[in-house]
């Protein structure tokens, strides 16, 4: 049995190195093999972190007789979808269709061409009621294969062909948008939220940033979607739980970071990953309501700190970049327990050691722990958060970013992943590169943040974004990649995070190319999200960001903590650009070809409207004033 895991870029797959199964690696190896032996391929995808992972490799991938059945009848690949998130996304999507209980560890039996015609998430090693045994499923499978071929392929292409067939019969918006679509998905999140212990739906449950965000989006002019979010962000903190206890709900109160999912409806028996996009996009949401809400603001500040102090403290590598997550598990005095180390106090949690780390360092998630550190690191007045968020895009862009502009999605300890860079690198990366260019006035962020969304307009085809140098080459060559996939889950979608980029870069730049590529990808995506509004947060919060007047607050002066500055840090709006730059920086940016800072050299705050500034003001009173009426 070759041994192809063991040197693996990913954590992942390098725990699965030892099984007794015969795993490849993503790519073309494994289908050609399938192709010969004439068997399916079991694809089982899954993540460092993941709990139900590591229960199943020791019930299953770690059983020599399991191993045997998957030698004898298939080929078997592992992936991590952190890594793949494309092959994640592909199969994720066809699994739907046997299964409504999506998750990981997900197992997909497909044909050697790549189509599924199977798949589920965990099964145990011997059966329990219904649930048939992993055993029983290979049978299973190896039986439908060899006995009632036709069938099976027949099922796979079918599938195959209603997915590349499932953004049809949606017609794109078109006339003035208004406020009707977000009042109505306001509206669904409110009939959704469960009015007994706050958040959505029931168990399990998740903290849904990005609807969250959006509910805060609309907070200024919607007041009971601000309410909402100010409930489930005090939920999921365990804002109200009885002190003393390390944990509350979702949060890890010592260490400041929140977990992935609770089991529980009450937000009790969490799931102990602690995964970089949930507190990325958990910090900028707590900064808003710091913003938003005033009765919330002290709390929403308290937790806002944890949170920075988890990402500096715990995910951040000592060479700048962001870690992709925390495992579940950790070994207590030599026993391996799920969340037993966060169900001990300061001192004897000091005394042991911490889940391991998968130090994988992802360039989108980076992009959203960079925009989230140097957001609240501006409007919170912290600048050991913005020094972070500088350290983490510096080291993603020294080593993530080649020669001819394209991204490296993946790599951990210098080592480079072949995987291949999504659309949501790109999207994410630029979004938080735009986010620090507005936190420090360094026009370079906003530089490099164009040139990545210069790099997906120019490769967009049929869409209005596509992947620099194509998709992933074996999903393409089998007819399975999901073209600009719309799906969003815990965090944004290719297409949503482009969208904001190219909203953000509009706002500071004046091209309106940008502004029309978010127009039209949001218009496109509306059906799907309005009727089920906590599946497309991210979307909804652009298309709500599109709506709003174009607006930008631009402070030059050589103190960043003047009043006026303050003024500027201070105001939230949706649709409302606030950046403070020095004389120096405002000349940089005008260079660079940002015409908004074109003759902004005089020391004074410059408000505008459609690129259209007024007066300068050089008093705060008077600024605070103009920003009243400024609606």
Excluded at 267 to 295: I, V
Excluded at 523 to 532: G, H, K, S
Aim: aromatic share 8%; net charge negative; charged share 20%.
């Amino acid at each position: 049995m070759a041994d192809r895991l063991a040197d693996a870029v990913s954590p992942y797959l390098r725990s699965h190195a030892a099984n007794p199964v015969d795993w490849f690696p993503w790519g073309d190896e494994p289908f050609a093999e399938a192709r010969r032996r004439d068997v399916p391929v079991l694809v089982s995808i899954g993540y460092s972190t993941c709990h139900w992972c590591h229960v199943m490799s020791r019930e299953s991938f770690s059983d020599p007789v399991i191993a045997s059945r998957l030698a004898a009848h298939f080929v078997a690949v592992k992936v991590d979808r952190e890594e793949h998130p494309d092959v994640d996304a592909s199969y994720l999507a066809a699994a739907g269709a046997f299964t409504g209980n999506l998750g990981w560890p997900l197992n997909v039996f497909v044909t050697p061409e790549g189509k599924a015609f199977y798949a589920g998430t965990y099964w145990p090693p011997t059966a329990v009621g219904d649930i048939p045994s992993f055993g029983q499923v290979l049978d299973a499978v190896a039986d439908a294969w060899t006995a009632r071929r036709p069938q099976v392929e027949s099922t796979a292409t079918a599938i195959a062909d209603s997915l590349r067939q499932s953004l049809d019969g949606h017609t794109a918006v078109s006339g003035e948008i208004g406020t009707g679509p977000f009042d109505s998905a306001v509206a669904e999140l409110l009939a959704y939220e469960d009015s007994e212990f706050g958040g959505f739906g029931g168990a399990p449950k998740f903290p849904v940033a990005p609807v969250l965000l959006f509910l805060l989006e609309r907070g200024v002019d919607a007041p009971p979607a601000l309410a909402l979010a100010s409930r489930s962000l005090a939920a999921l903190s365990g804002r109200h739980a009885a002190p003393g206890q390390p944990t509350a709900a979702l949060r890890d109160r010592l260490e400041g970071g929140f977990f992935r999912y609770a089991t529980k409806r009450d937000w009790t028996d969490p799931h102990f990953e602690r995964m970089l996009y949930d507190n990325a996009q958990l910090l900028t949401a707590f900064t808003r309501l710091a913003q938003l809400d005033a009765e919330a603001r002290d709390w929403a500040v308290e937790v806002a700190e944890g949170i920075s102090a988890f990402l500096m403290g715990v995910m951040q590598r000592p060479g700048g970049g962001f870690a992709s997550a925390q495992d579940s598990e950790s070994s207590i005095d030599g026993v391996r327990r799920e969340g037993a180390y966060f169900a001990l106090g300061a001192e004897a949690r000091a005394a042991q050691e911490p889940p391991p780390i998968d130090a994988k360092i992802l360039t989108g998630w980076n992009g959203l722990a960079i925009g989230a550190l140097a957001t609240a690191g501006f409007v919170l007045s912290r600048d050991e958060w913005i020094v972070a968020a500088r350290r983490a895009a510096d080291a993603v862009i020294d080593t993530h970013l080649r020669a001819d502009g394209t991204l490296v999605r993946a790599s951990i300890g210098g080592r480079m992943s072949s995987a291949h860079a999504t659309l949501e690198d790109y999207g994410m990366l630029a979004s938080g590169l735009l986010d620090l260019a507005t936190a420090t006035g360094e026009v370079h962020y906003a530089s490099v943040a164009r040139s990545l969304i210069d790099l997906t307009l120019g490769a967009a085809g049929s869409g209005v974004f596509g992947v620099p140098g194509g998709a992933d080459p074996v999903l393409v060559a089998q007819g399975t990649a999901i073209e600009n996939d719309p799906s969003e889950g815990a965090y944004p979608s290719g297409l949503s995070a482009l969208a904001r980029a190219c909203v953000s870069l509009h706002l500071l730049g004046g091209d309106p190319r940008y502004r029309e590529a978010a127009d039209r990808v949001v218009r496109r995506l509306l059906p799907l999200a309005v009727p089920r509004p906590v599946s497309f947060g991210a979307t909804l919060a652009v298309a709500s960001a599109l709506t709003q007047p174009i607006a930008q607050l631009v402070v030059v002066g050589e103190d960043r903590n003047s009043d006026l500055a303050d003024l500027a840090r201070s105001r939230f709006r949706s649709g409302l650009l606030s950046i403070v730059v020095t004389p120096a920086q405002a000349v940089r940016f005008a260079v660079a070809g940002f015409e908004l800072f074109d003759g902004r050299d005089r020391e004074a705050a410059y408000l505008c409207r459609d690129f259209v500034c007024r007066l300068p003001i050089v008093e705060a009173p008077d600024l605070a004033e103009a920003l009243d009426l400024f609606r």
